[in-house]
């Protein structure tokens, strides 16, 4: 067997922000105390990958294996682990939990405060990376998981363990952008039956909270897109109308246009792109009173977010999660669960399927708007 030794395998290296990955040999140690070693099944491409390696900023160290939406399966444990063993399905998430805490503990929250999300720090309690190139030079860890490659070791309070034969491709899903967009509607906005819901954005996050709110019986889902073909693929997910703010007349802001659709304001609305001004538009689609509006994008150029207090005042709020407030190791296994009775629908999220040696043509397709999840199978 290949326990307590390094394993070597393939690996897509980021050497260059924005340069294409490069498939190489690379050495992958064995997991420390607290940790495991995962062979990855499949991986997918979520766009915080693409944000990444595009930003040529300080929070990352090159070479990286960049990569954090997988499922895979426990090839050797380190010291101290229970709980997971060899053979064992797993699904890695960039939250930690160490299921404890006050954080994990509470019902309330899914920020452990043990294991606090950082960026570009390695592995979560050492800082450093089981990764090694082919000349022995260290390659960097990313999100805690690091997918892009056959092998890769995880903390286990990254690791939440999946046995309810749910396909892989599907498990894949949960493990970011999916369970994410569902959380965000059920655990932040807390949607409500009958009510509204307008979604800027519809990637696979904004997506994703469609048939979180379908799933709890919202019955105006709007979708605001550039593009008007997601309209089409947004109806397999609950979209019951549609806004391409391109279409709109010049005099017309998008939110007056949401404002007409909903009577007033939508009681739900959700940002999924990361641009103040979305959220911005976000916030003034939504019902004066009671309008709530939860930010799922991730604001690269930091601009800052002004809003009106008075809207706050008279009840209006404005809310953010990661992962959409869900728990990974508990509502994960859920999640997983009503795929398999046939209530959420995962499959419509595969668009496309390539093998690790043409991972580049994943990022290609994400980039162009083509694919809403491209599975990388190793
Ligand atoms: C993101 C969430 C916001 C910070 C970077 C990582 N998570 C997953 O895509
Ligand atoms: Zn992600």
Not at 281 to 292: E, P, Q, Y
Request: aromatic share 6%; charged share 25%; net charge negative.
């Amino acid at each position: 067997g290949t326990r307590g030794r390094p394993i070597r395998c393939k690996g897509a290296i980021c050497r260059k922000f924005g340069e294409p990955l490069v498939i190489e040999e690379i050495e992958v140690a064995p997991p420390k105390p607290f940790e495991a070693r995962i062979r990855i099944l499949c991986t997918s491409l979520c766009h915080s990958d693409v944000t990444f390696w595009k930003m040529d900023g300080p929070l990352l160290q090159l070479p990286i294996i960049l990569g954090h939406e997988a499922v895979g399966v426990v090839e050797s444990v380190g010291e101290g682990v229970e709980g997971l063993k060899e053979e064992d399905t797993v699904v890695p998430v960039f939250l930690g939990s160490c299921e404890e805490c006050r954080d994990c503990e509470s019902e309330k929250s899914n920020m452990c405060s043990k294991f606090a999300f950082k960026l570009g720090v390695g592995m979560p309690r050492d800082g450093t990376s089981r990764f090694r190139d082919g000349k022995g030079e260290t390659v960097h860890n990313f999100l805690c998981v690091s997918s892009f490659a056959e092998y890769t070791v995880v903390d286990i309070a990254h690791l939440v363990k999946i046995d309810c034969g749910i396909p892989v491709d599907k498990a894949c899903l949960l493990s970011c952008g999916v369970s994410t967009g569902i959380g965000a509607a059920w655990k932040v906005a807390e949607v409500h039956k009958g009510s509204s819901v307008v979604i800027f954005g519809l990637g696979s996050i904004g997506l994703a909270v469609a048939e979180g709110a379908r799933l709890r019986g919202a019955s105006k889902i709007i979708g605001v897109d550039l593009n008007t073909e997601k309209f089409t693929v947004g109806k397999q997910f609950g979209v019951t109308h549609f806004v391409n703010p391109k279409e709109c007349s010049q005099d017309k802001p998008v939110h007056e246009v949401i404002k007409e659709m909903t009577d007033g304001g939508a009681d739900y609305s959700f940002e999924c792109i990361g641009l103040a001004s979305l959220m911005n538009d976000a916030f003034l689609s939504c019902r004066s009173g009671v309008g709530k509006t939860v930010i799922l994008g991730v604001e690269m150029h930091g601009a800052p977010l002004s809003i009106n207090s008075f809207e706050l005042l008279r009840g209006k709020s404005v809310m953010g999660c990661l992962f959409g407030g869900m728990k990974p190791k508990s509502d994960i296994p859920l999640l997983a669960q009503r795929y398999l009775d046939k209530e959420l629908n995962l499959d419509s999220f595969i668009t496309h399927e390539v093998n690790l040696e043409d991972i580049n043509k994943a990022f290609d397709l994400l980039q162009q708007g083509k694919s809403l999840r491209c599975i990388i199978w190793m």
